[in-house]
């Protein structure tokens, strides 16, 4: 990481703080491999503009920052993307006032733009035991058609993400009631597991035609590698082709139907959050919104007087 940044043409002190930075949150704070590299290009495309504009990188005012949201906002990239940016430079600065780098800074002009609040789509469940049927049916090899369904499995029976599953190793194929799983930020938690789950996983890897050891990968590809989840996406596209499924049917929309199924039948919202993973509550109450649909969506079309 330490050669990436030098390729920016920035300083010693600025490079020593960015790499301080990225491990705090890396260790400290359990940030994620995806959010770092996103920080860290953020702040790196501050530091350029501040080099162009011939600004003082380590201790910018408030008209500095204005400029650059000026920048962005003439670049017409999207709210979220700006948020992003604007949460980067704001948790990096704050940083360098904690490890007292810098004394003080007025980012008071630094104002993440409004975000259309956005409800998790979920996905009815009998046609998720469609495509879990039709799986099966596909002209793939039988092993392989026996993984793609032991993966969806696990992403609707058990709420897992999909970085999730396809990073269980072979030491960790299910065969009890329980699983722990490896979710962001490097935090475990346990999800429980249904017979089917561990029938269809234990199936998979009956007919999987390579000979792995514990610490190698469960899910494997077609020549024997890491499985891509691109493969898992496109297999989903291809069911939501054929069946004619919702245009969000996605591998991480049956993560989403785990839960709003889950709810919709009286399941505990602090337990949802828990099989989940969420680290805040306010995140799982999203489903609640859901369900509030469904049943004003079911309240319209089953009421005599609607």
């Known amino acids: 990481m330490l050669e990436e940044l030098n390729k920016n043409s920035i300083s010693k002190n600025e490079n020593d703080a960015i790499l301080?930075?990225?491990?705090y949150l890396e260790t400290i704070r359990g940030y994620g491999e995806h959010t770092l590299d996103a920080y860290k290009r953020d702040v790196l495309e501050f530091s350029n503009f501040c080099t162009d504009k011939n600004?003082?990188?380590l201790s910018p005012d408030k008209y500095i920052f204005r400029e650059f949201l000026s920048v962005l906002s003439e670049r017409q990239l999207s709210r979220p993307t700006v948020a992003r940016k604007v949460s980067s430079l704001k948790n990096f600065y704050k940083f360098l006032i904690r490890d007292k780098v810098i004394s003080s800074l007025d980012?008071?002009?630094?104002?993440s733009p409004k975000l259309k609040r956005s409800f998790p789509k979920s996905i009815e469940s009998n046609l998720v035991a469609q495509a879990l049927e039709s799986i099966m049916n596909n002209e793939s090899d039988h092993w392989i058609n026996l993984r793609d369904r032991a993966v969806l499995l696990l992403l609707y029976g058990s709420g897992l993400r999909i970085s999730e599953a396809l990073s269980l190793k072979r030491k960790d194929a299910p065969n009890g009631e329980w699983?722990?799983?490896k979710g962001k930020g490097n935090k475990y938690r346990d999800v429980p597991l249904l017979p089917i789950i561990c029938k269809g996983v234990r199936e998979y890897i009956d007919h999987c035609p390579?000979?792995?050891?514990g610490d190698e990968p469960l899910f494997l590809g077609k020549r024997g590698g890491e499985l891509s989840p691109r493969i898992i996406q496109r297999r989903v596209e291809n069911l939501r082709y054929e069946l004619g499924l919702p245009s969000h049917t996605t591998p991480h929309a049956l993560r989403h139907a785990f839960a709003t199924h889950l709810l919709s039948g009286g399941a505990d919202l602090r337990a949802i959050q828990q099989l989940l993973g969420h680290s805040s509550l306010s995140t799982t109450q999203r489903y609640t919104d859901v369900n509030e649909e469904e049943l004003l969506r079911l309240h319209k079309a089953i009421h005599p007087r609607s």
């Not at 390579?210 to 050891?213: A, E, K, L, M, Y």
């Open 20 to 23: 301080s930075w990225i491990k």
């Open 55 to 57: 600004h003082e990188f």
């Open 107 to 111: 980012m008071s002009i630094f104002k």
């Open 179 to 181: 699983l722990r799983v």
């Open 210 to 213: 390579f000979d792995t050891n």
